[in-house]
């Protein structure tokens, strides 16, 4: 292989790629970037088994080919030439890649004539939608820190996803939380869909998608997330997913709107003394047109506040996880959100008023009598 390749274009696409690689992981070639040239362009690959991520640069190649080189090693090397071009030039044989620039060059040593594991093709009946550009990082911001974090119950680390006619319907959860977001798919017709697949996917085409439009394929094995210059395909995670519809309350015992950035600020400064008690708890009470909010740790002190609340209902007093809430608030587009309480011991939901399609909801703590 010998090509000519533009150092920033280059140094992106090993950075997109890069991510990924596991820290550690059982098959040594995993931790390498696999770079194939042929025509003009040049595909790079990484994969973990699970995802694979490729991106697809133009440059000039003077004889096609393929290689696969450490990814650490050849990304940060590319991040730090300081000239604007590049010349790759491979002994597959051998696995060896000199990289020269300038009057300068750097041998690495690659994987031989090794190739990376291929993923599974897509398999059975596909539907395929269209999702405008930057809409993928919305859903992310909306969705994915609601992701359960540790192993107890790994069908709960993906998103739920909901294929339907004229809609794509999408939750998360760890069961103590749901987040909940759709977006208008109107070109799609077809029988519907239900899978979950992983965060990490999520995340990774949130960037893809940033200034590009997607195609989102879902086939009865894998997810597979296309832009004009890189693809991702995932396995979907196996299992049921919770029937989340069940949790969201369809009666409110008290709504109204309140400002995000008192109300945020006031759960920020009330979990400084929360985080030191043992509960991470804050109180919230609400009277007809305010909330108050409160904390307190015995050996360190206690804070009250109070917001404004434009709401009708009744009283209310009530223990959260200050972290859930500011995490739903930090989701939020609009200066406003709207606040729903169902009841003592019952979902709150969380509304932007930017975004009718998303909602939140947050379970209280249970309080001690």
């Not at 098959?27 to 990484?46: E, H, N, R, W, Y």
């Not at 939380?177 to 977006?183: E, N, P």
């Not at 299992?239 to 309350?249: L, S």
Request: proline share 4%; charged share 20%.
């Amino acid at each position: 292989m010998h090509l000519y390749a533009t150092q920033d274009q280059l140094a992106k696409a090993l950075t997109s790629v890069s991510r990924m690689i596991m820290p550690q992981n059982n098959m040594p070639i995993l931790s390498g970037i696999q770079l194939d040239a042929q025509g003009q362009s040049l595909t790079l690959t990484a994969t973990d088994l699970f995802t694979t991520l490729k991106s697809t640069i133009q440059v000039e190649v003077k004889n096609p080919g393929h290689i696969v080189l450490p990814a650490s090693l050849l990304t940060e090397l590319v991040q730090r030439i300081p000239t604007a071009t590049l010349e790759l030039e491979t002994d597959e044989a051998s696995g060896k890649a000199v990289i020269k620039y300038g009057k300068n060059r750097a041998t690495l040593h690659g994987f031989g004539a090794e190739r990376l594991p291929e993923i599974q093709p897509l398999e059975g009946g596909r539907d395929t939608i269209t999702i405008g550009a930057g809409v993928v990082g919305r859903l992310a911001r909306e969705l994915l820190f609601a992701c359960a974090k540790d192993e107890t119950r790994p069908i709960l680390k993906g998103v739920s996803v909901r294929l339907a006619v004229g809609r794509l319907v999408l939750a998360s959860t760890d069961g103590s939380r749901l987040s909940h977001t759709w977006i208008a798919v109107p070109e799609y017709r077809g029988e519907g869909r239900d899978c979950v697949v992983p965060a990490k996917i999520l995340a990774e085409a949130a960037r893809l998608n940033a200034a590009d439009v997607a195609e989102m394929t879902i086939a009865s094995n894998n997810v597979e997330i296309h832009t004009p210059s890189s693809v991702i395909v995932s396995r979907l995670l196996d299992g049921q997913y919770p029937d989340y519809e069940r949790v969201i309350p369809q009666d409110y015992v008290v709504q109204g709107r309140i400002r995000v950035t008192d109300f945020r600020g006031a759960l920020e400064r009330a979990n400084l003394i929360a985080s030191r008690d043992r509960t991470s708890s804050v109180r919230v009470r609400h009277q007809a047109g305010l909330l108050e909010i409160s904390a307190s740790a015995s050996e360190f002190g206690q804070t009250l506040e109070t917001v404004e609340f434009d709401s009708h209902g009744q009283d209310l007093d009530l223990l959260f996880n200050p972290n859930y809430l500011l995490d739903a608030l930090k989701s939020l587009e609009g200066e406003e959100a709207v606040l729903e309480f169902s009841g003592v011991q019952s979902p709150l939901r969380l509304r932007d008023t930017e975004n009718a399609q998303y909602s939140h909801i947050v379970l209280p703590l249970r309080q001690l009598v």
